[in-house]
């Protein structure tokens, strides 16, 4: 989407630490999602953020900067099984349909 | 179980023709939605669908239609099919509304020869 930029693709080995950014444009900031989609496969729900700061859920981690329209995702000791497709999804009062589009999503590839 | 369901999984059909995908979720939430995903990844919103009120993504074609017989489901009816719509369509739910995680369901990975 236009309003939201990630990188395309990264790349990572079993047991580092990948670090994912997402930037985003928005006039009513309601809320950041990450969201995880194996190929073929559905998109899962990973985090929320709305205030500031960091917030750890197990080996995943997404911290959010509001004022600089500035999140990461943050994944620790990598598993062959996060290779997937990570996707930054904003929720904008100021958009009709409330939320900006997810964008692309960044494929991550975990390499043994 | 299955929280948001979708059907077909798949289907091919011939352009010009007239389809629909069919969703039903069962978690109670309020809000539905219809998401385009194409070859390139991109996920596209379509609809919102909250309490009858329809919020419309205005570049999406007029061709397309959503239609909620009741609050659980909200289905998808295409005419004239196009070359173009070939795409995966998600249907995914929220409590609420915006600011609500997403529920998606599997699918529908929609081939227009």
């Known amino acids: 989407g236009q309003n939201i930029d990630q990188p395309t693709e990264m790349t990572a080995t079993e047991g580092a630490i990948v670090q994912i950014n997402c930037t985003y444009q928005?006039?009513?900031?309601?809320?950041l999602f990450w969201y995880q989609q194996h190929a073929g496969e559905a998109p899962t729900f990973l985090s929320y953020?709305?205030?500031?700061g960091l917030e750890e859920k197990g080996r995943f981690s997404s911290f959010l900067s509001r004022s600089k329209g500035y999140s990461y995702l943050l994944l620790k000791e990598l598993q062959m099984k996060d290779s997937a497709s990570y996707l930054c999804?904003?929720?904008?009062?100021?958009?009709?349909?409330?939320?900006?589009?997810f964008g692309r999503g960044t494929q991550l590839t975990v390499w043994p | 179980d299955t929280a948001v369901s979708q059907t077909p999984k798949y289907l091919v059909t011939q352009m010009g023709n007239d389809k629909s995908i069919k969703c039903e979720q069962n978690?109670?939430?309020?809000?539905m939605y219809w998401y385009k995903q194409d070859s390139k990844k991109f996920l596209k919103i379509m609809f919102s669908?909250?309490?009858?009120?329809?919020?419309i993504n205005e570049t999406v074609p007029n061709r397309f239609s959503p239609k909620s017989p009741d609050k659980a489901h909200l289905n998808l009816h295409i005419n004239s099919l196009e070359l173009g719509d070939s795409a995966v369509y998600f249907c995914?739910?929220?409590?609420?509304?915006?600011?609500?995680?997403?529920?998606f369901g599997p699918g529908t990975r929609l081939t227009v020869l």
């Open positions: 995914a739910s929220s409590q609420g509304g915006d600011a609500d995680t997403q529920y």
């Open positions: 999804d904003v929720a904008d009062r100021g958009s009709t349909l409330g939320r900006l589009y």
């Open positions: 978690l109670g939430h309020d809000t």
């Open positions: 953020n709305v205030l500031d």
């Open positions: 669908y909250n309490n009858k009120e329809l919020i």
């Open positions: 928005t006039s009513g900031f309601n809320g």
